[in-house]
Structures are given as C-alpha cells and as structure tokens.
C-alpha cells in the first residue's frame, strides 16, 4: 500500500500562484512516477502534470511546473497565473510502473485530494 498526502491548497486570487505539495509513504519502488490530476464540480477528473522517477515530465499547461525530490519522497505543483477555471479538487497520484501517463487509469493509488480555489 501506498498512501499520499497532499497539501498546499487554499483560497487566491486571481494571477496569483500556489504551491502544491504529496508526500508518499509506505511500500514506495525505487523507480516511480507521480502526477497530479483535478476535478471541479460537473466536471470528470482531468490530467495535470505527471513526472517519472528521473524527472521527466508532461503538462497539460505551461503556466504549471511539476517538481520531485525522491529523497523525500515527494512531489510538487507550482501554480502560476492562476486563473478562475482553475478552481477544482487537486489530486496526487502514484504510478509504481513509473510511465507518467495522462490517464487516471494508469494511477493504482490516490491522494484524498486539496482544494485550490481562485476567485476573480
């Protein structure tokens, strides 16, 4: 089991940024990949950014930069320019098989997520 734990979220303006933080624990391999997806209200669970083990990463938008230390065993979201429809439920995912696709899908374990809200 893995289990993750996010942090980070809260309540911003608009243009503003945020940091988002998942720590994993537990039955972790040496080589994985982690990414963050969202969900807003109405809406179905959307890629993000995802990483692998050596730090090669895919976006969904540039105004996002995802980041790991695997020393700690953790991952992080930085937002910039934040904009209102970036409202929603951020979620941290752990892929063992260390592919960093942009499917939930491919994600065995779930963080219980961090709510990012932007207001205009």
């Known amino acids: 089991q893995v289990q993750l734990v996010e942090s980070g979220g809260g309540l911003v303006q608009a243009g503003a940024s945020l940091r988002l933080s998942c720590a994993a624990s537990g039955r972790i391999f040496s080589h994985n990949a982690m990414a963050w997806f969202r969900q807003a209200p109405g809406k179905e669970r959307e890629f993000v950014a995802g990483?692998?083990?050596?730090g090669d990463a895919t976006y969904s938008t540039d105004r996002f930069t995802i980041s790991r230390d695997n020393a700690k065993n953790t991952v992080y979201l930085q937002m910039n320019s934040l904009e209102p429809e970036d409202t929603a439920v951020y979620y941290c995912a752990y892929d063992q098989a260390n592919r960093a696709l942009a499917t939930s899908q491919a994600y065995a374990y779930w963080g219980q997520g961090t709510q990012v809200t932007v207001s205009s």
């Open positions: 990483i692998r083990w050596d």
